[in-house]
């Protein structure tokens, strides 16, 4: 699978991934990506529906869509897993944005821990629009401590099952490098981010002074969402973007 491939009827690149998500997007030259929040999560049919509505009033087709992170009720098993992404790229088909295995949209799916909503929510989406003189813009897709393949999560889980303070410093490192991996590919470094979000239910006063500062991966802050990762046994998740415009609505 290539490193990094474009998008054109999004106007976005994309890193392939899975095929419930790609690793991150770029905006192609020319587009810049803007991000739209809800100011409450909304039901994924409803939260479908709303961006398709600000997509098409903004004047650009539904596969300008590049980006979105949603909240779960909590983690999921493996196969509730699949099945609830299964569900989830039918849309993704129907915007003409899933087709021969590729999946180019970025997404982050997490587990709120106090006020979960009651089904799978939008929380914001993120979308391209034509822009002659923006700087750079990118969405990088949430990534837990767990590495990419098909083998079960248990056997591809940095330290699966062990929550002690050293091995949240483990994970914690392996999902900033991933963070800076998908950052690389598409051609930016954490000097270069907005905004970083940490998912996680665990102690991280200590990792962000000895693990994301040094880093620069707080230079523009870091949000804490207490929430976990969307799958049993991941324990630690970050995502990060790079952005101009973004609103809440």
């Not at 479908?48 to 300008?64: C, N, W």
């Not at 034509?130 to 083998?151: C, D, F, H, K």
């Not at 991933?178 to 950052?183: I, V």
């Amino acid at each position: 699978m290539v490193d990094v491939t474009e998008f054109r009827p999004g106007g976005f690149r994309c890193v392939p991934s899975v095929f419930q998500y790609s690793a991150g997007v770029a905006a192609l030259p020319g587009y810049e990506i803007r991000r739209v929040r809800f100011a409450r999560p909304l039901p994924l049919a409803e939260g479908f529906a709303r961006a398709a509505s600000f997509i098409t009033d903004a004047g650009r087709p539904l596969t300008a869509f590049c980006a979105c992170e949603l909240r779960s009720p909590g983690p999921f098993t493996e196969d509730g897993f699949k099945s609830f992404n299964e569900t989830y790229v039918v849309t993704l088909k129907e915007w003409g944005l899933f087709a021969d295995g590729l999946n180019p949209v970025a997404r982050s799916n997490v587990c709120p821990e106090l006020d979960p909503p009651p089904v799978p929510s939008f929380y914001a989406f993120s979308f391209t629009v034509v822009a002659a003189s923006v700087p750079p813009t990118a969405v990088i897709a949430g990534s837990g401590e767990a590495r990419e393949g098909s083998a079960s999560y248990a056997l591809r889980t940095i330290r699966f099952g062990d929550t002690s303070a050293e091995a949240i410093r483990d994970k914690a490192r392996f999902v900033l490098g991933e963070m800076e991996r998908r950052l690389g590919l598409l051609g930016f470094g954490w000097q270069d981010t907005t905004r970083a979000h940490v998912y996680t239910v665990h102690d991280i006063h200590r990792l962000l002074i000895e693990e994301m500062v040094p880093r620069q991966a707080g230079r523009s802050g870091v949000t804490w969402h207490y929430a976990r990762p969307p799958v049993h046994g991941l324990e630690f998740e970050m995502d990060c973007a790079v952005l101009v415009h973004e609103q809440v609505t």
